[in-house]
């Protein structure tokens, strides 16, 4: 939910309403269902997504690569195709109540992106013009290993299959009382705070009085704007040496589907270093600390462990 031409990953493909017909005064939209040979049962993983807006689907498809393909896109949903088939086919589409709401029929968007997932491509080559509010279409057969995953608002809890549910503790509380009598007073509640900090030891080498440079600190958005500001703090200071935070450009390199910032690969982007220097002539052990706060409150913490030779 990838950059300007298609992704080696995937294939950025949607609906369309490039076809109308007009009958007594009323315009009357059409669109294309999938060739016969593309309109069958899709036997892959597939993971469906409803959102909640045209702008939400934009954020997760490729917007360029889209109006590229055909400029008339209705903007009702979108499919990633990935080449690694453990990840399968994930469709983007507007909720049955939002599609319900302008006239069409749910059944006919999900069967032509459905015929994307099997390959179809995304010039509609052989499409079959349907109404869009043609409700003898019926609904597809879907895999019994769909997952459909609600990509808005209010945050839920998912199950192993996809099933939402409360995120509220699931977990069977114990009667206090009695747990008291029988195991003595309660115990010091965890540190609340411990859940929003994540953090790493790194282990790393470093020659004698030369500049390292540990770790590059950068954030981006899904749609490839920067996420920033990052606040990084020398926590814990080295005994036997400097560290500095330089601010400089970096290319972005890392993201893999289905991560949707993998579009965001070859960017730059504006990054903290990470940068080490002992003290010339010195040889041995070196820890130091770093606290990094982000844009949404979290925090990371690094704890680098030296060895200078």
Known sequence: ????????????LATTNAFAAQGKGKIHWMTTLPPAQYDVPYTGELTIWTVQSR????????KEKILEVQASWSGNACTHVYQNKKWGCHIYMLSDKAVKAEGRNPAIILRHELGHCNGWGGDHAGGRKVFVDDYSVKAPELPKTTKTIRAYPPLVCLTPDGTEESCADRSVKPNVGALAQAEGPPTKPADPWAKSVTKRE???????????TFDVLYGVKIDCTPYMPIDVQLSTPPNHGMVE?????????????????????????????????????????????????????????????????
Request: with cysteine.
């Open 1 to 12: 939910m990838f950059t300007k031409a298609v992704v080696a990953a995937c294939f950025v």
């Open 55 to 62: 702008n939400d689907i934009l954020q997760y498809c490729s």
């Open 202 to 212: 790194g282990y790393r080498f470093s020659p004698s009085g030369k500049l390292m």
């Open 245 to 309: 935070f330089p601010v400089e450009a970096y290319v972005i390199t890392g993201w893999t589907d289905p991560n949707p910032r993998v579009k965001c690969n070859g960017n730059k982007a504006e990054a903290i270093y990470i940068n080490y220097t002992s003290n010339d002539g010195y040889k041995g052990p070196e820890t130091f600390t770093v606290f990094a706060i982000w844009p949404n409150g979290t925090a990371s913490e690094w704890k680098y462990t030296i060895d200078v030779r």
